[in-house]
């Protein structure tokens, strides 16, 4: 992989001092973990904390990492927005995650929404789902190949963009119990906050795996 998603990278897709509008949750997370008991949860990729805030706001306690210090500041701000409680309930952590290496069987939920990792996919995957507590769930957000991003490299690629079936063959059957393997449209949502993809042939295309750790 290349350095094309370095920490300068992303510092500098973060810039700016303000924090402004704060975007919805991914809805692949509201579908596959409302039905969760909340507990302990690893936002690996955090961004700006929408999923994080989200999940706060549900009772979840948080540990939200992205590589980026402007990310984490902005998502900061965003999260006391939202109030003392749910600011309380989240921890920020700055780490790169194509080498940091979250504590093994920690989280009863481990997410990640379209991380670009400059290590290789398989070895994040495999981090993170070493991090799931037993009887927890790993849900793998990406970009589903069908759907190339602009501006990502050739070499970058298989890295940003992989299908569920992909993620799910590096977990072993006897330790995993796969849930959700699919290729799923996801609207475009605007400033607005209102859904601009339906009946316009607008939209993405994207991965969305989530698996059971057995007991």
Known sequence: MTEEFSKAYWEGHYHGPAAGHPKPPNPHLVAETSALTPATALDA?????????????????????????????????????????????????????????????????????????????????????????????????????ADPRPGVSHAAARDVHFTADEVAAGLDPDRWEILVAEDRHRPITGHDGHDHGHGHGHGLHDTVLRARRRD
């Open 45 to 145: 990729g955090c961004g700006e904390g929408a999923e994080a805030i989200w999940l706060a706001a549900h009772g979840w306690q948080v540990t939200a990492v992205d590589i980026a210090d402007g990310a984490l500041r902005k998502a900061r701000a965003h999260a006391l927005a939202a109030g003392d409680t749910i600011a309380a309930r989240i921890d920020w952590l700055q780490a790169d995650l194509s080498d940091w290496a979250p504590p093994v069987a920690r989280f009863d939920l481990v997410c990640s929404h379209y991380v670009h990792p400059t290590s290789s996919r398989e070895s994040l995957a495999e981090r993170l789902a070493a991090a799931v507590a037993p009887g927890g769930t790993l849900l793998i957000v990406g970009h589903h190949p």
